[in-house]
C-alpha cells in the first residue's frame, strides 16, 4: 500500500477522525508531508498531537490502537507509541487485521526520509 492508498483507506481516514486530524491527512500528498504536518501540528512547547494520541488510545479498539501506535511511528512519534503500549509495541502487532493489518504494514515500511 503506497502513500494515496493509505491516506484513502478507511482505517486511516477513521483514526485521523477519531484524533480530529482528518484535515492533515487530507492535506499530506506524502509520507514526510504527512510527518512534517503532525510535528508541526504538535508543537514542542503545546504536545498537541501527543494529547490526541493519548486520548484516543483510551478508547481504540484493539486494531484501531495498533494502527495509532504505527501512525505514531511514521510520523516521528516512535517513543509514544512505545510508551502506550509499554513497551510492547511490535509485540501486539497481530491484533489488527484486514484492511487494518494492510495499514499499519504501510506505514511501517513507508519511506519517509
Not at 26 to 42: G, H, M, P, T, Y
Amino acid at each position: 500500500m503506497n502513500f494515496a492508498e493509505f491516506k484513502m483507506s478507511q482505517p486511516a481516514r477513521i483514526m485521523f477522525r477519531k484524533m480530529g486530524l482528518l484535515d492533515h491527512l487530507a492535506a499530506a500528498s506524502s509520507w514526510r508531508d504527512l510527518r512534517e504536518l503532525i510535528v508541526e501540528f504538535n508543537h514542542p512547547d503545546q504536545g498537541n498531537f501527543v494529547k490526541r494520541v493519548r486520548e484516543c488510545d483510551g478508547v481504540c479498539s484493539s486494531g484501531e490502537r495498533i494502527l495509532l501506535h504505527a501512525i505514531c511511528y511514521v510520523t516521528d512519534f516512535a517513543w509514544l507509541a512505545d510508551d502506550l503500549a509499554e513497551g510492547s509495541v511490535w509485540r501486539d502487532m497481530s491484533r489488527a487485521s484486514g484492511d487494518f493489518q494492510r495499514a499499519v504494514a504501510a506505514c511501517i515500511a513507508a519511506e519517509v526520509y
